[in-house]
Structure formats: structure tokens, C-alpha cells
């Protein structure tokens, strides 16, 4: 069974969730990375400034690995409008474990939502930025030079729930971003796990907060089976290897980060 968006077109709703017009494209071009054209007076620049701050201000855990939360990560407008966003969506019931199940029904901060979303645009444009790839290689002791920006928007319905996993392989860095408000969503945070089968604590999930790690074969992570009042959405931050297959998933396919055009 599959949810329909709010519109036709599929544009979701909210105050600013416009396309930007033919002129902006024009006429507003900058460029703020060495990396990819951005559009000008979209939020990029503050929503940079946010999460640089959000970086300075987190908290890292140790326990059983280390990652590191973050409040207050994305501008309050950017965060409400990527909350308004409604895209057709598989209804989990039973669910299988693994997100890999729906391919064809997931959603990406690609090239056509970026046009679409000016909060899509502003999110990716700032992942992709220099300064913020620069951050978190300093801050996670990562290198990220050359990789590729690949953000999913989630919209879990009651029944989803993923196995424990750790990311390694074609993922350099994750980061997941809780947007949605429902009742109890706060409580819908990435679940730990010191192994497969030993649950260690949910992280907080209040809107605008994230969690964030570097993969390795210990980062077990997943989302145990529980009650999902409405739709849980997040963003699933990703730096990718340079050779990833699906490039229509990328939000800058022919951009890797810091390098310039590949």
C-alpha cells in the first residue's frame, strides 16, 4: 500500500516550499564551494553557519563506539519545511528489516528534489560546501576528500523497523537527522547496539537533532520494532566512495566534495 502526497505534483506544502524561478537560475548563481553552482538567497549560507554550530556544540558517546549527537543542527525554517515535505511512501506493515526491500519508493536529495525543495537545495548545497566537509573531517577524524553527497529522506510508518547494521564499506560517514514532531517522536531515535543481539540505548530524536559516526566494523546500529504514531521522517546523511553505482541517488553526481568535478 503506498501514501500519496499531499499534491498532485507532489511539492508537499509549507510556506517556502517554492521552485526556484527561471530567474533565479539566471541570474543568482554564486559559487560557494570550488565544487557546485548554488542558488543564491535559498538559506545556504545560514544553514551552513547552523550546522558548523551545531559541530562546535555536540556531545560526543564512547559507548560501545564512538559517535557524536547534535541539537539544533539545521535553521528553524529549513527544518520545518523539510518536515512539510510529503512524497508518496510505502505503508511497512509487517516490514523487512532492511530499507534495500523499497529501492524503487526511496527518496533522495537528488538533482530534480533539489529543484523541487529549496530546503532539499540548502542542505545539500551546504553538505557539499567546503567548510562543512572540512568540519567534519576535523572534527571526526575523517577524510572525506572525494567522496560524494547522498541524503535520503525517510518517511517510516508504523510496522518499519530495520535490523542492526554498521555501515562500513561504500559509506565514509552517516548522520541521521530527525525531523518530524509526532507524538512520541522523540523517542523514535537510532537504536545502539554493542552487537547484533545486545541493545544498548535509542538516542534522542527531538526535531533538528542528529546522530553522527564514522563506520567501522563496530558500529552496530538499527531501529527496533515499536509503535509510529503518523510519520517519522529523517534525513540519512552519507559520504559515499567515489565509485558508488547509484548515481541518480547523489545530490552533485558529477561533484565530488573538495576536489571539484570528477
Not at 523541487?116 to 562543512?132: H, K, L, M, P
Not at 548522520?175 to 522523540?186: A, E, F, K, R, V
Request: hydrophobic share 35%; with cysteine.
Amino acid at each position: 500500500m503506498f501514501k500519496k502526497t499531499s499534491s498532485d505534483e507532489g511539492l508537499g506544502y509549507g510556506r517556502s516550499l517554492v521552485l526556484p524561478s527561471s530567474q533565479d537560475n539566471l541570474t543568482s548563481k554564486m559559487q560557494l564551494t570550488s565544487t557546485a553552482p548554488v542558488l543564491k538567497g535559498s538559506g545556504i549560507e545560514q544553514t551552513i553557519a547552523s550546522i558548523s554550530q551545531s559541530l562546535s556544540d555536540s556531545t560526543w558517546q564512547t559507548f560501545p563506539y564512538n559517535y557524536c549527537e547534535l541539537r539544533r543542527l539545521l535553521p528553524e525554517k529549513i527544518i520545518c519545511d523539510l518536515r512539510a515535505v510529503s512524497l508518496p511512501h510505502f505503508a511497512y506493515n509487517d516490514g523487512y528489516g532492511a530499507r534495500n526491500i523499497y529501492n524503487k519508493h526511496r527518496h533522495y536529495f537528488d538533482q530534480r528534489n533539489n529543484q523541487r525543495f529549496r530546503a532539499f537545495n540548502a542542505v545539500a548545497n551546504a553538505f557539499q560546501s567546503d567548510v562543512i566537509v572540512k568540519k567534519i573531517e576535523q572534527h571526526f577524524d575523517v577524510s572525506l576528500s572525494g567522496s560524494s553527497v547522498r541524503i535520503e529522506y525517510t518517511q517510516d510508518t508504523d510496522g518499519f523497523w530495520l535490523k542492526p547494521h554498521t555501515d562500513i564499506g561504500a559509506k565514509l560517514f552517516t548522520m541521521l537527522i530527525y525531523l518530524s514532531d509526532g507524538p512520541g517522536h522523540q523517542d523514535l531515535g537510532t537504536d545502539i547496539y554493542a552487537s547484533p543481539g545486545d541493545h544498548v540505548r535509542s538516542c534522542n530524536a527531538e526535531p533538528n537533532a542528529a546522530m553522527a559516526f564514522v563506520p567501522s566494523n563496530n558500529t552496530w546500529h538499527g531501529f527496533e520494532k515499536r509503535p509510529i504514531q503518523g510519520v517519522r521522517k529523517t534525513a540519512i546523511l552519507n559520504y559515499v566512495v567515489s565509485d558508488w553505482q547509484a548515481r541518480h541517488e547523489l545530490a552533485f553526481p558529477d561533484h565530488a566534495v573538495l576536489n571539484g568535478a570528477t
